[in-house]
Every structure is written in C-alpha cells, then in structure tokens.
C-alpha cells in the first residue's frame, strides 16, 4: 500500500510534469533538428521564434476573449493557435528572405548565419518586449483540472491525490498530433522526401532536380508550426515571459544534440530524456522515501539533489556528456 | 594608424564632450569608464573571434566569473564564519577534487567497457553525495551567522586591485574546462556549451548564499581609489577645488571617476599591448592561418584543438579581468545585472561593428557601442514623442509605445549587427 502510494506521489510530481514539458522541448527540438538539417546552422533564436508565435496567439486569444469567444472547457488558446502560427510562419519568412538567404546564396560558414541568427534574436526580442512587455503573461483559460487530486482520493480511497491538468493533456494529445503528422510528411510525401534528401545531400539532391528554396521555405514554414505549438503549450501549462523562452534555448538545443542533431526521432528522444532527468534530479523524493522506508528511518531532510534554480545545470551536464562521449548524438546525427 | 582611423576615434571623443557639456562632466566620465572596459571585454571576445574564428556566446559568465573574484580577493573575511563552516566547506571541495581526480584516472586506466562505465558511475554518484553531505551542513552554519549582513565565507582581505588579476584566472580556469570538452568538435557547440556554463555560472551565483550572498548583493567592495567623503574632509583637496572654482561635492566624485579611468586606462593600454604584439608575431599568423583554413594548417603540423583551446582560455581570461575591474568600479556585486544581452550580444556586436580581427577596431567599437547603448534610449523616447505628438495624450497606446521605448536598446542593436554583417562584414578598422 505504501508502495503504491509512493508510485502516485511520484507520477503526480514527475511522470506526468515530465511527459509534458518533454513533449513542449521535443516539439522545440525539432524545429531545431529540422533547420540543422536542411540549412544547416544553429538558430539561436528558435527560442524568440517560439515566443514571437506565442505572442501572437496571446494576442488573438485577449480579442477573442474580449468579444466572448470561448471553447469552454478548452483554453480559448487553442482557436487562436492558427493566426500564431500564421503570424509566426510570416515573420521567419520574412527573416528568411531579408537575412539568410544572403548568405546562403554566398555560402557562408554555417558560424556566420548563427551570427545573423543573434541578431534575429535581439531584434525578435525586442519587438516582443516592444509588444507585449518583459513580464508575465497569463492566458490559459477554460477548466485547469481533468482530474483533481481531491477526486482521485475520494475515487481510489487513497491517501495521495493525483492531478491532471487539462493543459498537460492537451500538450501530449496536440504533441502526438504534430509529431504524427511531420512523420506521415517526411516519410510519405514527396515534397516531405525531397525534405530529406536534402538534408541527406545537397548535391545530388540538386542533381535530381529537387529546388532549394521550396525545400527551404517548406522548412521554415514546418519549424513555425513546431515552434508556435510548443511556445503555446509552454505558455499554457506554465506561463509566458519572453526571457523564460530565451533560456529555454539550452535545454532545446541539449535535447536535439543527445538525440543527434539533424536527427527528428531523436530530437523526440532527446525531449523526454532532458525533460525527465530534469525533474527526476530536481524533485525533493523526502514523501516518497517517507512511504518506501520504516518509519525510524524516515528522512528528515528533503532529499533533493539538486535546487530547482540548477535545472539548466542538468540539461548542460547531459549536454557535456555526450559531448565528450558521443558527439553525434544517441541517434546518428551530424556531428562535422 | 591612419587619418581614416585617428578621426573615427576622434568621433567618439567628441561625442563624449558634447556631453560633458550639455549633460554634465560626471556623466561624460561615467560613460568613459564604462566605453573604457567596454574595450577590454570587446578585446577579450575579439581575441576568441577575430584571431580564431571561435564562436563563444558566453561572456556574461566570464565577466560574472571576474566579479566574483572581485568578492572572493578583497571583502574582509568573515571570521566566525570562517571558524564554523570553514572547515566544511574546504573538505567538501576538496572531495569533489578527488572524486573527480579518481574518476579521470578510471577513465584512463581501464580498458573502455561495461567494468569502466559502471565504477565510474559508482564513484561520481558516491562522490556527490560525499560532497553535498560535507557542504550543506557547513553551508547551513555559515548562512545563519548575520545573515543581513554578511552570512557568507568573505574574502581574503587583499588589495582589490590584486582581484583584476585572480578574475582573469578564474575565467581561464572556466574556459580551460569547456574547451577541452567542446572544441575539436562542431563549431557551434562550442557555442552552445558556453551560453549553457553562462547560464549556471549566474545560477550559482544567484543561489550559493554562503559564496556571494545571492541575490543579497555584497556591497562595499573596497575600492582602488580615494573615497568621496575621504576628499570631502581633505584640507589640501579642498584648497585645490576652491582655486579651481569648482564645487566640492561635484569635484570629489569627478576625481574618483578621473582615477579608475585612469587605472582602466593603463589596463586597456597593458592588453592592447600585447595583444598587438602577439596578432602580430609568428603566433598571431599561426592563428590566422587555422581561422582562414584549419584543414591547411592541419597538415602544415599546426595542432588546430590546441590552439584553439590557448586562444579561447586567453580570451575568456581578459573578459574575467574587466569583470572583476567593474565590479570594482560599482563597488558591489548584483547578480541580478548580469543579463547575456547586456553583457554577451552587446560586446559581440562591438566586435563586428568595430572591426573582427583588429584590436583597434575591437576597442573603437567598444566606446562607440557603448555610448550607443546608453544613449539610444533618450533617442528613442525623444523620437517616439514626435512621431505621436499628433495623437491625444490620453491614448492607451501612445503610452504604451513611450514605455516601450526601452525596448528600442535591442532593436536597434539587432538591426546594427545584422547591417554591418551584411555590408561591411569586415567593420569600421578592418584587418589589415
């Protein structure tokens, strides 16, 4: 009995926080993975890109909030999703066609477009701070709990509850959505293949007539979509502040190099693993091992390896050590 | 040094004292001290970027890393804390030196395998928990001994000039660390790995109470120069200001500033200094060469990684050194203030707008950037007022867009980078 509740102390704490902030890095990871891939450089300013969507939503969801639009029990977020992603599809275009593709077209050192994409971040960054503010924002609406921790007690007769929010569920749903449907385009269609071939070799894919910039506006108006929806449920399930997406870039970037850069099942991968070791050495286990031991021996302590404020920490370890150990990733990714 | 490059400086000087006489000399000399150390951190990424092509993102931990020495160097030791926790603390560090120790040895000594992988995670997991059972407790102690006013270690009690030094240590050591794991490898991982050691650099010192007081801040840091009340009291510098016919509250605090920019001065001029000799010896070439073809150099016998990685240990070490040369200019410590837009995109966009590769280039865009960084703030409010003076003054959205107007600092920075990467990639002194 101890045991069990142990196991939903646990799951309230960790497995369920740990499945949705991993489906919110892997979406971001991918958009990483994806411009990696196909242009071939890292964007520093995924993390802007992702906020710069989720703005937008905020923005439609405040009007359609205002006119008395609402999905209830659903966040109003949701319907407002589309225009973000449209705004977001718009604006790295736009970059797109006024920043990179001139030095794309000079074949430029990869270094050189992750300079030009400091400078997108700065400027993003300051449209959005212009915008919006450099504060909090908070816009889920709609019901918060499918299940309430009360509930589950009266339900099961346990003494731990176990919550869920409706925006945990929606992240995984609308993650298995997006995921499912990117796959279904990289392996079944044929812009998706050229997509890859691409992103597999340059020269024989322009050999075979495939046309590089279509590959590269398809790629950026996929990574939109990616970054829109994960900016979004980020900001739902927890809440939204133009620098928390800045540093979100760390983690994003750890998860898409365990997984292997340039790799999308491993930036899947590469998600959860960060998202879990996260919280996994973050969480004080002092309830937990309160259950699991004899009561002389229960822990006066909070047993918790690390503070919260080290969670970066934990994504830059697991960084360093496949750095170290295996530079190209769980999956194989580039790694030159 | 050319007329071309002689008048671009000229520029600046100018722009300093229209303010100086406009605004007032305190600020002008405010500004110069900060253009000042602006130069040596743009001399320190320079060095890493310009010299060599390595693209490190994560100079606010390195400046961070000087202004903790600052702390550690000068502040008077906290003596019962000391007595208490000192102990503690010490083994505890040196328990993480060992486990480390014995971990590396493992890693060298057995043959790779299951056997290697498994003692090693044995030892590094036992010696943490060694490590965090020997700190907390001492930690615990040292926070509750005055905790408003000190509750932490302190420092040495050394001349703080003595810190600028020890700053550009801890920074090598640092940078030692993420190089040997991150460069040899893709180029923007090295990139990635130096904003991820930025971010727990601060996260430390945000949280480490008993090392840097956290968010309490340590103030009175002690100073290399005179103090204002000191000169306020002082018979002779009364004397001189009252025949200068200046005021004496005003005077004081323009001869402190005149005497870190002094300080700061022989500083830049020390780094510049050899920084020109060394871009310019054998070495300096060598550099070049690795920047412009690593794979020739390579097989010219030139050890690519290890070059790389001096280069990138004497950057970060003259970034660590203005660090700690800032910190003792204010006096105190803030952790709040080291933000990576302020501290690691402004300096890197001194360097490309200056001139990557030049020192001279690094140094004038230092004090030009600077100066922008402060000013375009009162431009943009003074711009944004008449472009909606035609709107009526009780619009929500004009005032919105005048509180904005703070915000104009990263755009305007943005658009400055992303032009002169576009357009005068080489920037305002080209390399020779």
């Known amino acids: 009995m101890d045991a069990l509740h142990a196991l939903i102390v646990l799951a309230n704490f960790v497995i369920v926080p740990a499945i949705a902030y991993g489906s919110q890095l892997a979406l971001g990871a991918l958009g990483i993975t994806l411009i990696v891939g196909v242009l071939r450089f890292s964007n520093f300013a995924h993390g802007e890109t992702m906020a710069f969507g989720t703005m937008v939503v905020i923005l439609v969801t405040w009007w359609f909030q205002s006119i008395g639009l609402s999905i209830h029990p659903l966040p109003t977020a949701l319907i407002a999703l589309p225009f973000g992603i449209l705004g977001c599809i718009a604006i790295v275009l736009l970059t797109d066609k006024f920043v990179y593709k001139f030095y794309r077209k000079t074949k430029s050192s990869p270094v050189v477009l992750v300079m030009a994409s400091l400078g997108v971040t700065f400027i993003m960054n300051g449209v959005i701070r212009f915008v919006i503010g450099p504060g909090d924002q908070r816009f889920a609406d709609g019901q918060r709990f499918i299940m309430k921790a009360r509930e589950f007690k009266e339900m099961t007769g346990l003494k731990e509850g176990l919550a869920i929010k409706v925006t945990q569920s929606i992240t995984l749903v609308t993650a298995i959505i997006i995921v499912a449907a990117l796959f279904w385009f990289l392996n079944r269609t044929r812009t998706g293949k050229s997509m890859r071939a691409f992103s597999d070799n340059e020269d024989l894919a322009l050999l075979s007539g495939i046309n590089p910039e279509r590959v590269v506006t398809i790629t950026w108006i996929i990574v939109a979509i990616l970054a829109t929806v994960a900016g979004t449920l980020y900001g739902l399930d927890k809440t939204f502040k133009p620098f928390t997406y800045f540093q979100l870039l760390l983690p994003m970037f750890a998860a898409a190099v365990v997984g292997g850069l340039g790799n999308p099942v491993g930036a899947i991968v590469g998600g959860f693993v960060i998202a879990f070791s996260e919280i996994l050495i973050t969480y004080a286990y002092k309830k937990v091992f309160t259950y699991l031991l004899p009561s002389d021996f229960a822990p006066n302590t909070l047993i918790q390896l690390l503070s919260t404020d080290y969670k970066f920490a934990v994504s830059f370890a697991i960084l360093v050590l496949v750095l170290l150990f295996r530079p190209t990733g769980l999956f194989k990714g580039q790694s030159t | ?432």
């Not at chain 2, 700190?135 to 509750?144: N, R, V």
């Not at chain 2, 008993?210 to 510098?237: C, H, M, S």
């Not at chain 2, 472009?387 to 867009?401: I, Q, R, V």
Request: with cysteine; glycine share 10%.
């Open chain 2, 1 to 432: 040094m050319n007329y071309r490059n002689i008048s671009l400086f000229a520029v600046v000087f100018v722009f300093l004292i229209i303010v100086g006489f406009y605004q007032s000399w305190n600020v002008a000399f405010g500004l110069l001290n900060l253009c000042l150390l602006s130069a040596i951190m743009s001399l320190g990424v320079n060095i890493q970027w310009g010299y060599a092509g390595l693209f490190s993102i994560g100079t606010v931990g390195f400046v961070a890393l000087g202004g903790v020495a600052a702390v550690l160097t000068s502040m008077p030791p906290v003596e019962e804390a000391w007595r208490t926790g000192g102990a503690g603390v010490l083994t505890a560090l040196i328990a993480a030196i060992i486990t480390i120790v014995i971990a590396i040895q493992l890693w060298k000594r057995l043959a790779s395998g299951t056997v290697r992988n498994v003692l090693m995670i044995i030892v590094l997991i036992s010696g943490f928990f060694i490590f965090r059972g020997l700190l907390d407790p001492a930690t615990a102690i040292i926070e509750k001994i005055n905790p408003a006013g000190t509750g932490y270690l302190g420092g040495l009690g050394l001349p703080v000039i003595f810190s600028w030094l020890v700053g550009g240590l801890f920074a090598a050591g640092a940078a030692w660390v993420i190089g040997k794991v991150s460069l040899g490898l893709r180029s923007d991982y090295l990139a990635i790995a130096t904003l991820g050691i930025a971010e727990i650099i601060i996260a430390v010192i945000k949280n480490e109470d008993w090392l840097t007081r956290g968010v309490k801040n340590v103030t009175g840091i002690p100073r290399p120069t005179a103090y204002e009340v000191d000169l306020q009291k002082n018979e002779a510098f009364i004397n001189n200001v009252n025949w200068l016919g200046m005021e004496v509250v005003e005077a004081s605090s323009l001869y402190v500033k005149f005497s870190y920019g002094i300080l700061f001065v022989i500083v830049l001029a020390i780094i510049l200094w050899l920084s020109e000799k060394a871009l310019n010896s054998p070495w300096g070439r060598m550099m070049r060469a690795i920047r412009d073809n690593e794979d020739a150099a390579s097989a010219m016998g030139k050890d690519v990684t290890k070059r790389h990685l001096q280069v990138f240990i004497l950057g970060s070490a003259v970034c660590g050194i203005a660090g700690a040369m800032m910190t003792s200019l204010d006096g105190m410590l803030t952790p709040q203030s080291y933000q990576p837009l302020r501290f690691t995109f402004l300096i890197w966009v001194m360097v490309i707008v200056g001139g990557s590769g030049n020192n001279w280039g690094a140094v004038l865009g230092g004090f030009l950037l600077w100066f922008f960084w402060i000013e375009v703030e009162p431009i943009g409010h003074w711009l944004l007022s008449i472009l909606t003076s035609g709107l009526p003054n009780d619009l929500p959205f004009k005032e919105h867009l005048l509180e904005s107007a703070a915000h104009m600092r990263l755009i305007t920075m943005g658009a400055i980078l992303l032009l002169t990467l576009r357009f005068a990639p080489r920037g305002l002194i080209p390399e020779k």
